[in-house]
């Protein structure tokens, strides 16, 4: 598999004139060039428009529809004794309608009936390109038959190429000379992980359970990095927050406005990732503290996990309760995105690319799938074609 250079970066023209000022901001360490060298030698080429940089706020598409609320109105002939009606996934609605531009932020946009209710512009964008993708991995889309874990292996390489992506798009483009406005970015760009986890309903599924405990270190390494980045020390301990820290907190608060709502998602999707099969890392416990304390300090919420919420609360209880029964320390794990990262890069080198990407392929390849063509074919000749 031919490899991925480091000039096809992704790049976007985002304005971030509601970002706070460029100064030097901490790491932890995630710019190690022997690490960056490795995941750059190790990960597939991606040959599409991937470095097509980002042009508008807004589109005038003729493929896009406008949002209207009415358009998505769940049950309004249902009685009033119904059980509560679960709010759509974003991730159903951003490829096709714009949503409303947030008043106070031009950087947002706001969806109603939705788990997420509002959106960064970066998130959107990014989310979009992974998004149109998954409808070309599913043989079911082309009346083909190819394996029984095709799918599941074809959402796993959107997932490793959303990640890889924030991996060169950000720490390794700017290596050691990360700022806070680039840290804010990098958030918007995991904010697309967490919509593209949403969407990937398959690739639990896969039939190496190795390669999905390793994914699922890296994507939880993913949030801590950028949490560990963005927030002080005392957010992730019973440290007490400073005058100065709560003045960065409410800073931060007002330029991601989304802040909690993603991590609850990430809260959510990690419950349900880390319930199949054994639980094979901590990070969850990490977004459990940020929320919690979060909550605490921004909302003036306590969260009690020893009395059950309200039903519409309930999935977000489920998942602070599972998390807060994982030590933080359980997993040799380090909770670096590069380190993690360079690890499963090793183990599975040529991860990402298009190879499950149907719409790329020949006709001719495409033909020799067709579920039409399976019943005339060679007894033994179908693995041959793999």
């Not at 700017?174 to 840290?183: E, I, P, R, V």
């Not at 149907?358 to 006709?363: E, F, L, R, T």
Request: hydrophobic share 30%.
């Amino acid at each position: 598999m031919t490899k991925r250079p480091f000039n096809i970066e992704n790049k976007e023209n985002e304005s971030e004139s509601n970002s706070i000022p460029t100064k030097k901001a901490k790491t932890i360490d995630s710019h190690n060039e022997p690490e960056l060298n490795s995941i750059l030698k190790n990960t597939a080429k991606i040959n599409d428009s991937q470095n097509e940089p980002e042009q508008e706020f807004t589109t005038d598409d003729e493929d896009r529809e406008s949002y209207n609320e009415s358009d998505f109105s769940q049950g309004d002939d249902e009685s009033e004794d119904s059980e509560i009606i679960r709010p759509l996934p974003i991730s159903s609605l951003i490829e096709r309608h714009d949503g409303a531009i947030h008043p106070d932020n031009k950087q947002y946009y706001i969806y109603t009936n939705t788990d997420l209710m509002m959106i960064s512009h970066t998130a959107r964008f990014w989310s979009r390109k992974y998004l149109k993708i998954f409808p070309h991995v599913d043989p079911d889309t082309y009346d083909m038959y190819i394996h029984n874990d095709f799918i599941c292996y074809g959402e796993l390489e959107i997932i490793e190429n959303c990640l890889v992506d924030i991996a060169k798009g950000t720490y390794m483009k700017h290596k050691d000379q990360m700022n806070m406005t680039n840290y804010i970015t990098t958030f918007r760009r995991v904010e697309a992980l967490t919509v593209v986890l949403q969407r990937s309903t398959n690739f639990t599924g896969i039939d190496d359970g190795q390669r999905f405990h390793g994914i699922i270190r890296v994507i939880g390494a993913c949030y801590v990095t950028i949490l560990v980045n963005l927030l002080p020390k005392s957010m992730f301990d019973n440290t007490p927050i400073t005058d100065d820290h709560m003045r960065k907190l409410i800073k931060f608060s007002q330029q991601i406005p989304n802040f909690k709502q993603v991590i609850k998602q990430a809260l959510i999707l990690g419950h349900m990732l880390l319930s199949i099969g054994s639980i094979v890392s901590a990070y969850t416990t990490v977004l459990q503290t940020v929320y919690c304390k979060w909550s605490l300090i921004m909302d003036q919420i306590t969260i009690d996990l020893n009395k059950k919420p309200d039903e519409e609360d309930e999935e977000i209880w489920q998942a602070l309760k599972h998390a807060s029964g994982i030590s933080k320390h359980a997993f040799k794990e380090s909770f670096n995105f590069l380190k993690e990262l360079d690890l499963y890069t090793k183990a599975y080198p040529g991860l990402g690319g298009h190879s499950h990407d149907i719409s790329k392929w020949s006709k001719t390849r495409r033909s020799t799938f067709l579920s039409d063509s399976m019943d005339d074919e060679p007894v033994g000749s179908f693995w041959s074609r793999l």
